[in-house]
């Protein structure tokens, strides 16, 4: 038995369900999300996992189905909900503003001010000094605009900002899928650092070898629907290939309601 089992989830969606006409982009999923655990989303194109990671981060209203933080029941309706309740979003696009440095970025639309009402840059700098120091203690790069950033270093910058404000569940929707491998393995890095800090991460990304080396477990989406569930040392690869392709639940998985019946 694993240590979060006996623990109330960070998250838990139970039951979602959204359509857009006809199409159910999300189909009864269920899935939960521990404190300092890596959950990655995984499916092919298409099977639902933008979509119902934005039914938490309350760009999408779902149908149906309920979302408990720490046990409670949360009313998340719109982005300014999620928030309050943790809830941070990465996405792939690099969601920084590329002519001002990594601390302008940091406090953008949340600027610091003096008691004179002037912005206070130094407090700002500081600050900004403090959360990347935690996250990624190379960088020293304070005085450039993001422009001038590598990939990596500016993925850095999106995710303190996210954490700048208590982010408890962090929601990144393929981080790496604009980036090289060296900046890949630098978010790699992040994440390992955000887990320790008892982060919780969803993790959506298409690279399966990614996903092992950095998720605790793997929710599987087909068609909207989730196949299944497993820890990531319970399963291989190879066979979690097959849950996104053919739908199949091996046996180190628990399955869901998109599981291949076999029988
Ligand atoms: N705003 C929308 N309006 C209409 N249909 C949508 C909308 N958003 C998503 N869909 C549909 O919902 C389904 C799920 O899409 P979604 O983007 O969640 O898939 P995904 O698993 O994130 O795929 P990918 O790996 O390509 O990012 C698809 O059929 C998609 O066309
Ligand atoms: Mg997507």
Partial sequence: MSETENKTPLVELRDISIAFGGIKAVDHASLDLFPGEVVALLGHNGAGKSTLIKIVSGAYKRDTGKIFINGEEAHIENPRDAKKYGIETIYQTLAVADNVDAAANLYLGRELQTAWGTLDDIAMEAEARKVMGR???NFQRFKDPVSKLSGGQRQSVAIARAILFN?????????????????????????????????????????????????DRVSVMKNGQVVGHAK????????????????????????????????
Wanted: with cysteine.
């Fill in 167 to 215: 982010a408890r569940i962090l929601i990144m929707d393929e981080p790496t899928a604009a980036l090289g491998p060296q900046e890949t393995e630098q978010v790699g890095d992040l994440i390992k650092q955000l887990k320790k800090e008892g982060i919780g991460i969803f993790l959506i990304s298409h690279d399966i070898h990614d996903v092992f080396d950095l998720a």
């Fill in 232 to 263: 990531t040392s319970d399963v291989t690869k190879d066979e979690v290939l097959g849950m996104i392709i053919m739908g199949k639940c091996p046996p180190g998985a628990i399955p869901g309601p998109g599981a291949l019946q076999t029988a």
């Fill in 135 to 137: 996250l990624n203690p």
